[in-house]
């Protein structure tokens, strides 16, 4: 199977069909990951100038050995010390077509290795704890966040309009004047879209997915509204205690969840 293909089934699978716990605790490594340390002396950084900024992250998940829980070191290409390219393009296609998740899953003694985008990030600043760097495919990445794997389910975000939580010390920012895709629940919460997913053979853009507004969603959960609203005041982003609460639709957008805890206001 050459490496392109692989890729393809990872983004076709990968964020679908994730790698279930019981298949984890069966393919245990021997010791915990490395890249599990990649947290230690983290620096809090500010990165300004990233609304439409193309990008990936791979999550990759393994075994704590203090706790016995499995988690996933988040890496980020948009984070490294390089700054934002005056390409406003982090994960050229190129490379990211180079990406094996298979071998990058053996070299690290993972339990898991998952691919998340390419994607389109959505605010204009983020303060966040940059850890180590690494590089994949050729692809500076920085160790930015720990994602709480659910105690059901697989190490990705395979579940649509499921909420889970992810230990990131963080600010992100989306400045006045800047347009944002919302979700609002059933439950009278409002969630604002991250990351918007290109994805690695893209079949609408993002003025074609916020154009077709709600009328593209066909799993959306009862009560629940698409809507585009541009901001007439910063919303801004802190969460409470360093864990934010994030959620993907079925088009593996990613959204952080506003409000109280959250954000200094519900968009």
């Known amino acids: 199977m050459t490496k392109m293909k692989s890729i393809v089934m990872a983004v076709a699978a990968v964020m679908v069909t994730s790698t279930s716990l019981g298949a984890l605790a069966q393919a245990t490594p021997p010791a915990e990951p ?7 002396g983290a620096k809090y950084k ?3 100038n990233m609304h439409q900024v193309r990008y990936i992250e791979l999550i990759l998940a393994g075994r704590e050995a203090r706790s016995g829980n499995v988690v996933a070191a988040v890496y980020n290409t948009m984070l490294t010390d390089k700054g934002i390219p005056a390409s406003r393009d982090s994960a050229p296609q190129a490379l990211v077509e180079k990406l094996d998740l298979a071998q990058v899953k053996q070299e690290h003694s993972l339990l898991g290795a998952n691919l998340n985008g390419p994607k389109l990030w959505q605010p204009d600043w983020l303060e966040v704890d940059q850890g180590a760097e690494r590089s994949f495919a050729g692809m500076p990445m920085a160790w930015v966040a720990q994602l709480n ?37 059933a439950e009278g919460n409002t969630w604002v879209m991250k990351g918007f997913q290109v994805g690695i053979k893209p079949t609408y853009t993002y003025e ?34 360093g864990v934010a609460t994030i959620m993907p639709d ?13 954000t200094n206001y519900k968009p």
Do not use: C, H
């Open 250 to 262: 079925e088009f593996f957008n990613v959204y952080d969840k506003t409000g109280p805890g959250m």
């Open 46 to 48: 500010r990165f300004d």
């Open 149 to 185: 794997v659910p105690a059901k389910g697989g190490i990705g975000m395979d579940q649509p309009y499921k909420p889970m939580t992810i230990a990131r010390k963080s600010g992100v920012g989306w400045n006045k004047g800047t347009t944002v895709m919302l979700l609002d629940d």
């Open 208 to 241: 074609e997915f916020k154009a077709a507004g709600q009328s593209r969603f066909k799993q959306l959960p009862p009560g629940w509204k698409f809507r585009v609203k541009t901001l007439d005041k910063d919303l801004i982003e802190i969460p409470e205690g």
């Open 34 to 40: 490395r890249l599990l340390s990649d947290s230690v």
